[in-house]
C-alpha cells in the first residue's frame, strides 16, 4: 500500500466527508416528506441546527483541505488536474454562501409556512451541489493519487 505524507490528512478529510454526507441526508429526509409516524416535517429549528452544524463541519473541512493542499498536491502530481482542483477550491466559497443564505432564510420564522417550500427547494439544490462537490473531489484524488501512481 502506498503511504504518501497526506495519509493522516486524507483519514481526517474522510471522516469530515462520512459526516457531511449525514448530515445531507438528515437535511434530505426533512424535504422528503412526512415520517413513516405521520408527524409533520422536522421543525425550523431542528433544520437551523442541522443546517448550521453543516456549515460549522464545512468550514473546518475547506479550510483543511486548502490548508493541507489537498487539492493542489493532487494537481501538482497529476498536473493535468489542476483546471479542475482550482474549480473544486473555488466552489468552497460559493458553497458557503449558498449555504449562508439558506441559513438566514431557515432563521426568518416571520413566514414558515410560505418560506417551507422554497426552503427545501433551496436545500435540494444546495445538497445537489455539495454532493457533486464532493463526487468530483473524489474523483479528483483518485486519479491523482491512484491512477497515476497505480504502479507504485
Ligand atoms: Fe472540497
Ligand atoms: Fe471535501
Redesign the pocket.
Known sequence: MTDTPDGVLATT?EE??AE?RELIERLKRRSSGPSEDGERKATGSDTSATLKKLEAVLVD??AL?EKGKYLASASAIAPRLSETANRLLRQHSELLDQLRSIIAQAMDASRPEAAGTTLDKEIQRFTHHLGN??TA?NQLIQAAYFDDHGGG
Open positions: 478529510l469530515q466527508h457531511i473541512h475547506f483541505e462537490h464532493d473531489e
